[in-house]
């Protein structure tokens, strides 16, 4: 089974500080991707990548950056964090293969900014 | 530009009743199309996928999804929920050569008693 982890269930940080959200997968996909997710707005991309140190803008990459050294690991980055990005993130990722994309997703980072 | 819309934000159905939940999409050419269900606290799970063939698909946990492109319509059908069942679900589009997938905003299933 395709597995991909979240460092973190749940974090609260404060407004200003920067902020690592951690992303793993273990089934050698090219592709990965960062969502955030809020209610009544289902889920929006924020960055995706195709390969290690590439990556790609998603419809909402404002605040936020990301970091791709190893295949496996796709990092998500605020810069300095504010309270609009309090919300739940998750990743997700797929091999570069016609026909089997589907998406494979971690359980989520519920991040709350005060 | 690709988009999902799902029309209903709540259904609530009682155990055992059947469920049909609706999902239209705009999108230029054949498109492939995905359920999702999200269960609370968790991630999203695949429950199905079309990409060609057969417009009938089979998807994990008895559900079922038909593709009617006359009416840009994927909706998901199940003859008989479980309180299980009771989850977010989306609908996804994505495109032949574009990674991407333009996700719906979901429709969240309550199950009655």
């Known amino acids: 089974d395709v597995k991909v982890t979240q460092s973190s269930r749940y974090l609260v940080k404060r407004t200003g500080e920067k902020v690592f959200l951690e992303c793993v997968q273990d089934?050698?996909?090219?592709?990965m991707f960062w969502y955030r997710q809020d209610p009544g707005l289902g889920l929006r991309l924020i960055y995706f990548?195709?390969?290690?140190?590439?990556?790609e803008k998603g419809d909402i990459p404002e605040g936020y950056s990301v970091s791709r050294e190893k295949k496996e690991r796709f990092s998500l980055i605020l810069e300095s964090a504010s309270t609009n990005q309090t919300s739940m993130y998750l990743c997700?990722?797929?091999?570069?293969?016609?026909?089997?994309?589907?998406?494979?997703f971690g359980p989520g980072t519920r991040l709350t900014v005060t | 530009a690709q988009s999902v819309t799902q029309p209903d934000i709540h259904i609530t159905v009682s155990e055992g009743a059947s469920l049909e939940l609706r999902c239209n999409y705009s999108?230029?050419?054949?498109?492939?199309l995905f359920w999702y269900v999200q269960s609370p606290g968790q991630g999203l799970q695949l429950l199905l996928k079309y990409f060609s063939g057969d417009t009938l698909v089979q998807g994990i946990k008895g559900f079922e999804a038909e593709f009617k492109r006359s009416q840009s319509s994927f909706n998901l059908r199940k003859p008989s929920v479980h309180w299980s069942d009771a989850a977010e679900y989306f609908c996804a589009v994505g495109a032949r050569r574009d990674d991407k997938i333009i996700f719906g905003k979901g429709t969240r299933l309550h199950i009655l008693p």
């Open positions: 990548s195709y390969d290690v140190k590439m990556k």
């Open positions: 999108y230029g050419a054949t498109p492939y």
């Open positions: 089934m050698d996909h090219e592709n």
């Open positions: 997700a990722s797929s091999l570069l293969q016609e026909f089997s994309y589907e998406q494979y």
